[in-house]
């Protein structure tokens, strides 16, 4: 074994369906969801002790594919760079463990999800969910994997959201947890920014109060909901260096075209997203974070005897999830006795720099999951 | 006469209409546009030597109705705080005019008026107007008025563009200049935001590629624009100062409808602007702006013999119109050896702090305007 790292290569999708009786999950809301799929992906081995498990919890677009290609893929999962032989989650030692939200749109139950009740899509049936509703489906995976105590959770953005509230839920059942570029709770900017996404879907006519399934989709709302975001994820300085000033053609065109590459750069991602993702998932995955809120001692409560490592990290540039929101993570595990370590990388990247600052992420997550493991 | 400020009064718009030959206005396009109405209000009085006139140039959304009260109406004119006897710009000593801008929709010649050639508004067949097309419009304006030398052009946001431009298409006619929380040239950050603006009005099927006037109008595409515009002119601190996570009911909602109270407030602006902003006219602006770009020489060329003084005012929570880029036209103008004071207010109001900071703006504004005016 060499410390080269490598691709986890060929993987495949797997899946649990579980709350099947007639109770379903019980939610936030006071609704219930069932029966309930979740799709996920594992890299690793499990050892016999089932020591080694990593949970990786995915952002707003992410999917249970983190790593490894799936067959005729060109491009790998979303978080390969970190995930795989002598990586940072380092598949050589550790089981991962990457599942889809519920909510989503690729493969977990979501609105674009089959209710068996009325044998139609659910639309804006489905239930509006909670990051505490996704954890909750989560630990059903967790279980069936046979797991008691998960060696680490670890995500960004959303996902990082998701490891919070695995220590606020099942603190018992989790050893280190790795916070990234994250909030105890959304914003007014933060929840005005997803507002205006979803006002964006919600305004396309072709949403039809999300009955839009087997017709014409909600592209043009969508799409402007990803380019607002993608703006979020850059930071005035990426976007500087990466398109400047630069015209697509010679000279202004004097019309309403794409003069500047920036604009082409935006309409591609929105076009791209749209033929990806569900506009219902959006709306619901958005309100979950808005109503995330993890603040004061909701984290961990006073009377709670729980010991769990903490490596919290954010990003210099980033300004949707701005450091003094993990400062304040990490201040609030310290109230609480925590073992919490707290990074800032120097990254220009904005929020998208959990995704792209690699050897940073690498060396910190490397260490602190070595250290956790030995003990 | 007391030091106290008052208001103006009652004040009347004026409109002057030129370029009617069948050359029209020359505009950056290589078109013309004629004839050209310019919609005005004037207070205060010119003196003999007409050497005591303030040019006042509006934001993306303002109009020529910038002090005083309309017959009927609660509201003041949008500068108000800054326009009016012993105020800022002080009515007692001198003459300020407002002009809305060619392209806008508030009685200036733009893409809502009737186009003489077919008797039907003009909608896209607007020509896409530039800044300096304003300036040079507004040109007209001062010929008009008979002055022969600015004592002093101001304004904000776009209207600091339009002060720049006068600086550089007109510098003999201007003896001060104030432009404030303003860039030399939209960075790419300011463009996708002003892209996306355009793409959630585009996205309406009500727009009509322009047409829609005497029909719906693509209301929900422009509320949505504005949406993402106030939360760029607000700052993050400020938005927590104001709404924090304070809900409008009880509990959440569990549904799509309106949660939180930044939700409530942006949803009251997008709507509220629907109904006096005119889409298209959102178009030809934000572009106007985007083309916008005076950096290096282009403002202070190297052969020109030229004395303006020059008082350059960022807002320190301005993330839109970061200071780095009031700094930088600063730097342009020292580097030319122009006579240039910069200053940061430190407010937390984000870009509307040129709205909002009253005092220390007063302050340093008439203090310049004096000394300028007493030579």
Redesign the interface.
């Known amino acids: 074994m060499t410390n080269k790292t490598e691709s986890i290569g060929s993987v495949k999708q797997e899946y649990l369906t579980f709350a099947e009786g007639s109770e379903g999950l019980k939610l ?4 219930s969801l069932g029966p309930i799929t979740l799709s996920y992906e594992t890299y690793g081995e499990l050892n016999a002790e089932k020591s080694n498990a990593i949970l990786v919890e995915h952002a707003l677009s992410g999917d249970a594919h983190a790593a490894g290609f799936h067959e005729g893929d060109k491009d790998p999962g979303w978080w390969d760079v970190l995930i795989g032989p002598n990586k940072a989650l380092d598949t050589n030692k550790y089981f991962v463990i990457c599942p889809n939200v519920i909510g989503g749109c690729k493969g977990s139950t979501g609105p674009a999800s089959i209710n068996p009740k009325t044998n139609k899509h659910y639309g ?1 049936d489905f ?2 969910i909670t990051i505490a509703d996704m954890v909750r489906a989560q630990k059903h995976l967790i279980d069936h994997l046979g797991i008691k105590k998960l060696l680490c959770v670890i995500g960004g953005s959303m996902g990082g959201m998701q490891v919070l509230q695995w220590v606020a839920t099942y603190p018992k059942h989790v050893q280190s947890a790795i916070p990234i570029a994250t909030t105890l ?5 933060q ?3 997803d ?2 996404g ?3 879907v ?4 072709a949403w039809e109060e999300g009955n839009y399934y087997g017709k014409a989709k909600p592209e ?2 969508l ?2 909901a990803r ?2 975001g ?2 979020t994820y ?1 930071s ?1 300085k990426s ?2 260096e ?4 630069r015209l697509k053609a010679q000279d ?1 065109s ?3 075209s794409t ?5 082409g750069y ?2 591609y991602r ?1 076009d791209n997203f749209v033929r990806r993702f569900d506009a219902n998932s959006y ?1 619901y995955l958005t ?1 979950a974070m ?2 995330f ?1 993890l603040s004061g001692s909701k984290l961990i409560p006073k009377d709670k005897d729980i010991d769990i490592r903490f490596l919290v990290i954010s990003f210099k540039s980033d ?1 949707l999830y ?1 450091s003094y929101q993990s400062q304040e993570i990490a201040r609030q595990l310290k109230l609480r006795g925590q073992d919490a370590t707290y990074c800032e990388i120097n990254s220009t990247y904005g929020h998208d720099a959990f995704l792209l600052e690699v050897e940073e992420e690498t060396h910190l997550i490397k260490h602190f999951i070595k250290k956790t493991f030995q003990g």
């Open positions: 936030d809301s006071g609704l804006l239930p509006v709770k959304h914003s007014p900017q929840i005005a920014f507002e205006v979803r006002q964006a919600m305004a396309d006519p043009r709302g799409a402007v380019m607002i993608h703006i850059m005035d976007m500087e990466k398109f400047s000033r202004y004097f019309k309403f003069d500047f590459e920036v604009e935006l309409r929105g709306l309100k808005d109503y809120d300004w701005p």
